[in-house]
Antibody
C-alpha cells in the first residue's frame, strides 16, 4: 500500500524558514518524480514544485523560486522542502505527492502558518 | 503560464441528476488534463487522467471528455457521496502544472 507521510509544518515568523519532510513507502521511491502541492485556507490547490527521480531536475512555481528548495534522499525514501523568506502568502496546507505533473497519491498534508 | 478556468464555481443538484463541470485552458494542452475530487477535510483524490481515462476504482458514473482547450467532467447520476470540490489540472509541457479554481458540488 502506498503511503506518504508529511511533516515539518508549524508556525514561522515572516521572513523565517521551515523545512518540510515527506517519507514514502509502498512503492519504488527512486522511480518516481515527487511534487508538493499547497492549499491556502479556504482556497484551491496550487502546484508548488517537483523533483525528478534522481534529483537532477527541479521545478518551482514562480512565486517560490529563489526561496524554496527541493531535495530528496532516495536511500531514505524522503523528500524535503526547504522554505526560506516565508511570507503570509505561504500560509497553507502543504501536500507531498507522487508524480511529476498530475499526482496519484497524496500525503495527509502539513500545515504551515506564517504570522508574527 | 497556462490558466485553467472552471465553471461553475459551485452548483447544487438533486440526487440522480446529471452534472457537468467544464474546464477551459488558456492555450491548447492536447489531452494533458486530470480531474480530482476533494471531500471536506481530506486530501484530493485522482479521478480521471488524460482527460477521459477513468482511474481504477472510480465509479463509472464519472466521465471526462475534451481535448485542446475545452474539457468536461460529467457525473451521470449524482450521489450523496459525490458532494465535494472538483479540480481540473493541466500537465502539458513545462511546469507550472496549474489547477482550475475548483467547483463545489452540493446536493439540493
Amino acid at each position: 500500500e502506498v503511503q506518504i507521510v508529511d511533516s515539518g509544518g508549524g508556525l514561522a515568523q515572516p521572513g523565517g524558514s521551515l523545512r518540510l519532510s515527506c517519507v514514502a513507502s509502498g512503492f519504488t521511491f527512486s522511480r518516481y518524480w515527487m511534487s508538493w502541492v499547497r492549499q491556502a485556507p479556504g482556497k484551491g490547490l496550487e502546484w508548488v514544485a517537483n523533483i525528478k527521480e534522481d534529483g537532477t531536475e527541479k521545478n518551482y512555481v514562480d512565486s517560490v523560486k529563489g526561496r524554496f528548495t527541493l531535495s530528496r534522499d532516495n536511500a531514505k525514501n524522503s523528500v524535503y522542502l526547504q522554505m526560506n523568506s516565508l511570507g503570509a502568502e505561504d500560509t497553507a496546507l502543504y501536500y507531498c505527492t507522487r508524480g511529476r505533473g498530475w499526482v496519484d497519491y497524496w500525503g495527509q498534508g502539513t500545515v504551515v502558518t506564517v504570522s508574527s | 503560464d497556462i490558466q485553467m478556468t472552471q465553471s461553475p464555481s459551485s452548483l447544487s443538484a438533486s440526487v440522480g441528476d446529471r452534472v457537468t463541470i467544464t474546464c477551459r485552458a488558456s492555450q491548447g494542452i492536447r489531452n494533458n488534463l486530470v480531474w480530482y475530487q476533494q471531500k471536506a477535510g481530506r486530501a484530493p483524490n485522482l479521478l480521471i487522467i488524460d482527460a477521459s481515462t477513468l482511474r481504477s476504482g472510480v465509479p463509472p458514473r464519472f466521465s471526462g471528455s475534451g481535448s485542446g482547450t475545452d474539457f468536461a467532467l460529467t457525473i451521470s447520476s449524482l450521489q450523496p457521496e459525490d458532494v465535494a470540490t472538483y479540480y481540473c489540472q493541466n500537465f502539458d509541457g513545462a511546469p507550472p502544472y496549474t489547477f482550475g479554481q475548483g467547483t463545489k458540488v452540493e446536493i439540493k
